[in-house]
């Protein structure tokens, strides 16, 4: 889509053209950004050129060119070339701050910066705040204080006149904001809460306009005693004035969403302390850093970019990754992440990563991409707003028609006051808002607990789950296999034959290999070359050290050199049972002993199973290990319902199909990598990120803990905020449903209760208010 296609949207006032950051102004009317060469709306004042994205806004500029400082509406803080969206609709999407033509809702830059400063449209909405309460406060004595205390405060006469002068400033500037976007909806047939309230607040400051300057237009009838005109200035004024204190605390309560961001781009330290090749430590801006830097971590520092540890130990805090509190120690050729904390040591760095591709970073992209997006449910919503606002344009008119006709007097003004009651409490806003704003808290109160969702829809399947299909390797199990057990057959010692294992071992890629060479350097074992090294595909490997032929591989190995494995055959049984791989070794053709591997159970395994169960999950195995080792994992962890062995990738997806085939909904935890497919074919791929991998393409959600307690965090994510979702429509349908019928005078027959538009702006205002302090709550659960 070109720059133009994606601007010119029905209904949008101006449109903002493409520049170069040196060439850019801003329209001093609507804010938006402009090119002063390419568009043809300009005007001068004091000696100063304007320039305008529309004829509209030159209009009203040329107007009253006193109206609008400079300064009037300064941009919220936001990165350069930054796309700026809506909260409540991410479709649209535009180069500079505006107003959504959908909603009206100003528009937020889609990556928040780290920046702070107060938000723009609640700094305007504030101060028109102020200015219409210093103001509302005498209207309502003026307009009322008859009724109140039983005194005129003024002459009946000047009333109308005192009102008026009391009512314009709030309803023509406090209220302007609401009346341009008001307009654009009506222009744009996009109509939203503020086509009511242009609707109902200017139907009550017109007819009260007309009623004071020329009375006499209207019939005797309309007149009540003493020949005076009924007015509703204060109506007109309360409402703007109580419309502007909800939009002012909504906007306080959404700045809050934004938090969970900032606090993760606040994790990483401003300056870094880098080693020169003389080893001099100089003081750096993160932007000098390049990969490869050493740079040195003091104690309680944050670290400032991704790297590996090449000097000192140290523990350290990475509980804004994992969202556990139990430090993790670092040493040489550890893997760190920037914006963790370093502990009581001391610690020397190499950057591997920097800028953009940190692990920091990339977080903060994918819960700013989570944030944005649309949940399923939001459907019920956009389909309910489509129609709701012209049915309450209808049954405004219906009411007042029908008080106007078979009302109790004085009928034309409690017909008026009804219709606009009718208009002002049924804002959509609310319903507009109880998705986006659960999605926006929801996804940030997972980022500081490790589960990162990669958009809404991923958390409204995972409430629906009822099966979780798990790998065994990296999910159940550490996924760093470790030398368990060395028997010897023969008159070998122990430390011989793994030592001669290792030799030949060091020369193969296989985890395995790198388990029993860990194994003989933790020993302190010295080991030999190794020569003439062969793999043997499917057996084994074999080679010669300091001369002797020394032999690793299976049964079927040791028989294909002549060597009889039975002697070993029941601790090998033993071991294989426990859920161990079992290497049998010889030496000079004689069978020395084996060695016995296995991939050691994550602690959190049993007890996260056991809370997935009790959650209703039914738990599915799947490992490319023998079913003999996966049924020893199985009987180790308890609670897997049903176990899969010897599979490929691709099997693991075909049976993920199946279950889905069945009527599952299936959650596939994994490693990420050979577990690509599956994590794709279910419903919801989940990758156990180990802390530096993830960004997962194939996942909808990651978990940078990588076990399976951080998955039952992520179940009670989607389940929370979920039931915050319902919650929020459950009021907003509810809401509306008893609002709208009160306000047309419904009770008036039964109970002779009539809703004031004064009471109806407060109740409008509350409910907003209420659906974003509700989706608030989600950054107190726990998980």
């Given amino acids: 889509m070109n720059h133009a296609d994606r601007h010119a949207r029905p209904g949008s006032d101006c449109c903002a053209s493409q520049a170069k950051p040196d060439d850019e102004a801003k329209d001093p009317v609507c804010g938006i950004t402009v090119d002063p060469e390419t568009t043809p709306h300009h005007a001068a004042h004091d000696g100063q050129d304007y320039h305008f994205c529309s004829a509209d806004c030159q209009a009203k500029f040329v107007a009253n060119p006193q ?51 107060p938000d723009a449209e609640l700094v305007d909405f504030t101060r028109r705040l102020w200015v219409s309460g210093v103001l509302t406060l005498p209207l309502l004595a003026v307009s009322m204080g008859a009724e109140m205390i039983g005194i005129h405060i003024v002459d009946p006469m000047l009333s109308p006149w005192i009102q008026l002068v009391l009512t314009a400033p709030i309803v023509l500037w406090g209220g302007l904001p609401f009346f341009e976007r008001g307009w654009a909806s009506l222009r744009s047939r996009h109509y939203n809460m503020f086509t009511l309230i242009t609707i109902g607040v200017g139907a009550a400051f017109l007819y009260s306009l007309v009623a004071t300057l020329a009375p006499g237009l209207f019939p005797p009838s309309f007149r009540e005693h003493g020949a005076m005109m009924p007015i ?53 801006t993160l932007a000098d850093i390049t990969v490869g830097d050493r740079l040195r971590v003091r104690p309680g520092e944050a670290i400032p970019v991704d790297g590996v540890v090449i000097e000192g130990r140290s523990p350290v805090d990475e509980s804004m990754l994992t969202g556990e509190s139990a430090p993790v120690v670092k040493e040489a050729e550890a893997a760190v992440t920037g914006g963790t904390v370093n502990g009581t040591g001391s610690l020397v760095i190499e950057a591997r990563a920097i ?108 409430d629906k789950v009822d099966t979780l299909v798990i790998d065994k390797t990296g999910t159940l199990t550490e996924g760093k296999p470790k030398l368990i057990a060395v028997e010897r057959d023969g008159g070998f010692s122990k430390d011989a034959l793994l030592a001669a294992a290792a030799a030949v071992e ?36 074999s080679g010669r050290v300091v001369g002797r032929a020394v032999v690793v591989g299976n ?39 084996l060695l016995a591997v296995a991939d050691p159970l994550k602690q959190s395994a049993r007890d996260a199973i056991a809370q997935l169960r009790k959650d ?36 693991k997806a075909r049976i993920i199909g199946e279950l889905k085939a069945k009527g599952a909904t299936v959650a596939m935890a994994g490693d990420g990598i050979n577990d690509a497919p599956a994590l794709a074919a279910a419903d919801v791929g989940v990758a156990m990120g180990t802390g530096v991998d993830i960004a997962i393409e194939s996942a909808g959600m990651t978990l940078t803990k990588g076990d399976l307690a951080a998955m039952v965090r992520a179940r009670r994510l989607a389940r929370a905020t979920m039931g915050n979702i319902r919650q929020n429509l459950f009021f907003s349908f509810l809401f509306n449903g008893i609002g709208v019928p009160v306000a047309a005078g419904v009770l008036y027959p039964v109970a002779g209760v009539l809703m004031s538009p004064m009471f109806a702006g407060a109740a409008m205002a509350l409910s907003s208010f209420t659906v974003v302090l509700n989706a608030l709550r989600l950054n107190d659960v726990k998980l």
């Fill in 506 to 541: 060091s020369r193969s890629e296989h985890p395995l290999a790198y388990a029993v060479v860990t194994a003989a350097e933790a020993a302190g074992l010295k080991l030999s070359p190794a020569e003439d090294f062969e793999s043997q595909t499917g057996l084994g490997i």
């Fill in 232 to 284: 509703y200035y204060e109506a007109a004024g309360v409402v703007v004035t109580l419309v502007l204190l909800g939009q002012v605390l909504e906007l306080r309560a959404r700045a809050a969403t934004g938090r969970a961001i900032r606090a993760l781009l606040g994790l990483a330290p401003k300056t870094a302390h880098r080693l020169d090749a003389d080893g001099i430590e100089r003081e750096v």
């Fill in 555 to 593: 049964a079927a190995q040791m028989r294909r050199i002549g060597v009889d494995p039975s002697p070993l055959d029941a601790p090998a049984e033993r071991h294989r049972s426990e859920g161990a791989g079992v290497m049998l070794v010889a030496i000079d053709g004689r069978l020395a002993g």
């Fill in 616 to 651: 209703g999950l039914r738990i599915v195995m799947l490992t490319g290990d023998s079913l003999e080792t996966a049924e020893a994992i199985r009987r180790q962890i308890g609670g897997i319902d049903e176990v899969h062995a010897d599979l490929k990738p691709e099997d």
């Fill in 67 to 117: 109206a609008y400082p400079d300064d009037r509406r300064p941009e919220p803080a936001a990165s350069p070339g930054a796309i700026w969206t809506c909260p409540m609709h991410p479709q649209i999407r535009r180069d500079g701050p505006g107003t959504c033509p959908i909603c009206g809702m100003a528009l937020e830059p889609e990556e928040p910066s780290l920046d702070d400063a």
């Fill in 355 to 462: 800028g953009s591709d940190t692990v920091l970073a990339r977080i903060v992209k994918m819960v700013g991409q989570a944030q944005r997006s649309r949940a399923p449910i939001q459907a019920v919503a956009d389909r309910v707003s489509g129609w709701f606002v012209p049915l309450v344009v209808l049954i405004a008119f219906a009411a007042f028609v029908t008080w106007n006709l078979v009302g109790p007097e004085p009928r034309f003004g409690h017909a008026l006051l009804n219709a606009i009651a009718v208009l002002v409490i049924a804002c959509p806003c609310a319903l507009g808002l109880a998705t986006p704003m659960s999605i926006m808290v929801g996804a940030g109160r997972g980022a500081r607990a490790g589960v990162l969702v990669k958009n809404a829809e991923t958390l409204q399947t995972l």
